[in-house]
Nanobody
Framework: EVQLQASGGGLVQAGGSLRLSCTAS????????IGWFRQAPGKEREGVSL????????YYTDSVKGRLTVTRDGAGNTVYLQMNSLKPEDTAVYYC?????????????????????WGQGTQVTVSS
């Protein structure tokens, strides 16, 4: 059974940090790029970051560049999203997703239909 388990969300003050984890099982983790998406109340889900299957490429949406860092641990089948200098506008449910595609630009990785598997979300709330 394919599973993506996102965890690590919580309540934090503005300027604080959180580390989200996405643990995969049921498929060959090393063959898949992992993306992070988020959905704020009343807004559409948006792509936040992606790390390629080999971890040699990473992408970030403009609003998080310089504050969020995505890494992966192949041995543990886990991808991490380190979130620093958090802002109230980062408040959202964060999802991880897996895709076998590779990307060379900033557009396609942010499209939800590129992804084969999705995890449940983890809530991140940043208070002002």
């Amino acid at each position: 059974e394919v599973q993506l388990q996102a965890s690590g969300g919580g309540l934090v003050q503005a300027g604080g940090s959180l580390r989200l984890s996405c643990t995969a099982s049921g498929f060959t983790f090393d063959d898949y790029a992992i993306g992070w998406f988020r959905q704020a109340p009343g807004k559409e889900r948006e792509g936040v970051s992606l790390i390629s299957s080999s971890a040699t490429s990473t992408y970030y949406t403009d609003s998080v560049k310089g504050r969020l860092t995505v890494t992966r641990d192949g041995a543990g089948n886990t991808v991490y999203l380190q979130m620093n200098s958090l802002k109230p506008e980062d408040t959202a449910v964060y999802y991880c997703a897996a895709t076998m595609e590779s990307y060379s630009n900033d557009y396609y990785w942010q499209q939800e239909d590129e992804y084969d598997y999705w995890g449940q979300g983890t809530q991140v709330t940043v208070s002002s």
